[in-house]
């Protein structure tokens, strides 16, 4: 599968025509290369006509999660996305695993996030 702008306008048109234009592209940013390309997709197609916005949710399970905020807010703000940076706790004796509990936990952060219109990449 590869990606284009041209493919992802196709896509977002057609959400449009299934459901209310967006309020907000709403974007799980990471910081490495697919949610950079995404992001700066995105924030070239809103044409500053739709709010972009970088979430970035730290699990607190890496050393150098703060370097990488970092990094992800320089990026948005270079974008001219917003930026917003969520700690979430892992319940790493929840019996599901790192991988899960921290997917758990990033997806229940990303809802916190979620306003009426939104859509959520």
Not at 5 to 13: F, H, K, N, R, T
Not at 49 to 59: E, G, I, R
Not at 73 to 101: F, I
Not at 107 to 120: N, Q
């Amino acid at each position: 599968m590869s990606f284009s702008i041209a493919a992802l306008q196709g896509v977002l048109e057609e959400f449009g025509r299934q459901a209310d234009q967006p309020s907000r592209y709403v974007v799980g940013f990471s910081g490495g290369l697919d949610s950079t390309v995404l992001l700066h997709a995105l924030c070239s197609l809103a044409n500053g006509n739709v709010p972009v916005v970088a979430v970035h949710v730290d699990h607190g399970l890496q050393p150098d999660a703060a370097d990488w905020a970092r990094h992800c807010e320089d990026v948005a703000a270079g974008m001219g996305a917003a930026y917003r940076y969520l700690s979430v706790n892992v319940q790493l004796e929840s019996g599901k695993g790192p991988e899960a509990s921290a997917r758990e936990a990033r997806y229940t952060a990303f809802r916190s996030e979620m306003r009426a219109g939104d859509w959520l990449f």
